[in-house]
């Protein structure tokens, strides 16, 4: 007779991580528009500038980073000359305030773990942006944003004030 497996009766919980240890597991740095970043991919493709109006020089054709907003914190309003494409992973939801270049039209956009809450997000090349965690029990977001063309800091713009 052959040898049958014994049932596996046990319960496994998963224990969501903290902001900090996040942080400290994914080596995040502080962001000068607000919160915390690592780099995680940079493509092996350079684009030249001559496929790129408005950019200074080559980039890579696509970037990715980790980004973390604890609860008190949020991102200053700012613009990349690339698309910016936002990923929701764990924690709380985020609501991302985009602002069109011209005539300044804000629309918002909410990122998070339910269903009736989008997963992912895209801020056109050039419109201004701002994240916020909304309140929660994680207290922090945790995102991904990947920037095509890549980026580069020649490309962001702080707003004043």
């Not at 050039?126 to 990947?146: L, N």
Request: hydrophobic share 35%.
């Amino acid at each position: 007779m052959p040898d049958r497996a014994e049932p596996i009766n046990r319960t496994e919980t998963f224990e969501k991580p903290t902001a900090d240890e996040l942080i400290a597991r994914h080596a995040l740095q502080p962001h000068p528009e607000g919160g915390f970043y690592a780099e995680t991919w940079r493509s092996s493709i350079t684009l030249p500038p001559d496929v790129l109006p408005g950019k200074s020089g080559p980039r890579q054709a696509g970037t990715a980073i980790y980004y973390l907003l604890k609860s008190h914190q949020h991102s200053k309003p700012h613009r990349v000359s690339s698309d910016e494409l936002w990923f929701h992973l764990m924690g709380d939801p985020l609501t991302l305030r985009i602002k069109t270049p011209d005539e300044g039209r804000l629309s918002t956009l909410t990122l998070g773990p339910t269903a009736e809450l989008r997963l992912q997000a895209l801020v056109p090349a050039g419109h201004w942006q701002s994240a916020h965690p909304k309140p929660g029990p994680a207290g922090y977001s945790f995102m991904a944003c990947v920037v095509v063309p890549g980026f580069d800091f020649a490309d962001f713009e702080m707003a004043q004030g």
